[in-house]
């Protein structure tokens, strides 16, 4: 005899996509007419970003040595091209950022210092960071989040247990698929944990801080846009040889959409992998690729970088040319792959591109701090560019493999 299944069975089973759009409409209306009630469930906004933290490192971690583990010979990951469309992709959003800033020149109300911030005195500090971060301790890389520690061992075990028996992938196998349905249990979450950041946020900033700041947040914004809705579609049609759109309006509605709220691109990993996961991608491929993704593919990052800093230079009426421009560009480009998985954590970067321009770190730190008044929406829209495009450029790196294998 059938039964009608429980509204629980047909709430996991719905649309996470459309259950995440009613989140967010829901966090607006309760911000709107109850600040005190918004602040209220704030928290589960703060839980659900927690916990994608809390599964993302060990899952990086268990996925990635899985798959290099239980790798058969002659496979193709596809991970060379893939890599090279992470670096092609950040450049261009440099270079995008430096068109944008060139057309639409912006000027700051610099605001105070940044108390506390520690930021890196040059490329080479942050070329030296990340070497020290490859070879740091595998459990304090899984405790402090660590994803280039973290995938540093997690290959280095995974090449070692290739040539163990065939028991002991099988288990290390089970562990990955154990961790993984771990992860989709947390991800169903997903719209409880929206609809808590949406209401704190606005209930915590409503829009008024952001007003002072409409022509640098349209800059901003726009170039990201650009990106993600030109630039990054054409990249994928050299690629594919097809309309990109369907495949680049999926992941910027699946992967784009979650990441603008948690604002971490480390926190979004697992919705990635889900993502990868539906699109019926190698996991060989993906399991490694969106975590490298969440370290080096930083367009936003780059257009964050570039714009503040040009911006910082129209304000001391710095006269910037274009080839200096450029350069700016490539700079932050190689900084944007040191960038945090973290929310703000390009912010900290504008410092070493400001330093082009003679500009004294103190001011570069109210440069830095404006980019914490507009971070509600300019390290959203950042990290929705970046970890969209970790599964654009994945997906499309596939395909193109694949067409290659049946021609």
């Given at each position: 005899m059938n039964q009608n299944p429980s509204l629980l069975a047909r709430v996991a089973s719905g649309s996470l996509v459309l259950q995440i759009l009613a989140g967010i409409i829901l966090g607006v209306i309760l911000a709107t007419f109850s600040t005190s009630?918004?602040?209220?469930?704030?928290?589960?906004?703060?839980?659900?970003?927690?916990?994608?933290?809390?599964?993302?490192?060990?899952?990086?971690?268990?996925?990635?040595?899985?798959?290099?583990?239980?790798?058969?010979?002659?496979?193709?990951?596809?991970?060379?091209?893939?890599?090279?469309?992470?670096?092609?992709?950040?450049?261009?959003?440099?270079?995008?950022?430096?068109?944008?800033?060139?057309?639409?020149?912006?000027?700051?109300?610099?605001?105070?210092?940044?108390?506390?911030?520690?930021?890196?005195?040059?490329?080479?500090?942050?070329?030296?960071?990340?070497?020290?971060?490859?070879?740091?301790?595998?459990?304090?890389?899984?405790l402090t989040g660590n994803y280039i520690g973290i995938l540093a061992?997690?290959?280095?075990?995974?090449?070692?247990?290739?040539?163990?028996?065939?028991?002991?992938?099988?288990?290390?196998?089970?562990l990955s698929d154990g961790v993984t349905k771990i992860v989709r249990f947390v991800i169903r979450f997903a719209p409880i944990g929206i609809f808590g950041l949406v209401s704190g946020t606005i209930a915590e900033t409503g829009f008024d801080a952001l007003?002072?700041?409409?022509?640098?947040?349209?800059?901003?914004?726009?170039?990201?846009?650009?990106?993600a809705l030109v630039v990054n579609p054409i990249i994928v049609y050299l690629k594919i040889r097809r309309n990109p759109y369907p495949l680049v309006l999926k992941c910027l509605r699946e992967s784009g959409v979650t990441a603008f709220f948690t604002r971490s691109s480390a926190a979004n990993i697992p919705v990635n992998m889900a993502l990868c996961e539906e699109l019926k991608l190698h996991k060989d491929t993906y399991s490694v690729s969106i975590p490298l993704?969440?370290?080096?593919?930083?367009?936003?990052?780059?257009?964050?970088?570039?714009?503040?800093?040009?911006?910082?230079?129209?304000?001391?009426?710095?006269?910037?040319?274009?080839?200096?421009?450029?350069?700016?560009?490539?700079?932050?480009?190689?900084?944007?792959?040191?960038?945090?998985?973290?929310?703000?954590?390009?912010?900290?970067?504008?410092?070493?591109?400001?330093?082009?321009?003679?500009?004294?770190?103190?001011v570069a730190m109210q440069v830095v701090a404006v980019g914490f008044i507009i971070g509600v929406v300019q390290d959203s829209a950042e990290t929705a560019l970046n970890s969209s495009t970790d599964v654009v450029f994945t997906a499309a790196a596939c395909e193109a493999a694949e067409a290659k294998e049946n021609s």
């Open positions: 009630a918004a602040t209220q469930v704030s928290f589960l906004g703060s839980l659900f970003v927690e916990a994608l933290k809390a599964v993302a490192p060990i899952l990086v971690f268990i996925l990635v040595a899985s798959s290099i583990a239980n790798q058969k010979k002659n496979t193709q990951t596809n991970m060379r091209p893939i890599i090279g469309l992470y670096l092609v992709g950040t450049l261009a959003a440099a270079l995008t950022a430096v068109a944008f800033s060139f057309a639409f020149p912006t000027t700051l109300l610099l605001a105070g210092g940044v108390e506390g911030s520690n930021p890196p005195q040059g490329i080479a500090e942050v070329l030296n960071t990340l070497l020290f971060k490859i070879v740091d301790n595998p459990v304090n890389a899984l061992w997690a290959v280095g075990l995974g090449i070692t247990l290739h040539h163990a028996s065939e028991s002991t992938k099988k288990v290390v196998s089970d007003a002072g700041y409409a022509q640098l947040l349209a800059v901003l914004v726009g170039a990201m846009l650009f990106i993704g969440a370290t080096i593919n930083m367009g936003g990052a780059a257009i964050t970088i570039t714009v503040l800093t040009l911006a910082a230079a129209n304000t001391l009426g710095i006269q910037v040319d274009f080839l200096t421009a450029v350069l700016l560009s490539v700079v932050a480009a190689v900084s944007a792959c040191g960038a945090s998985g973290v929310a703000g954590g390009s912010l900290l970067l504008i410092p070493l591109a400001c330093g082009l321009f003679g500009i004294s770190n103190d």
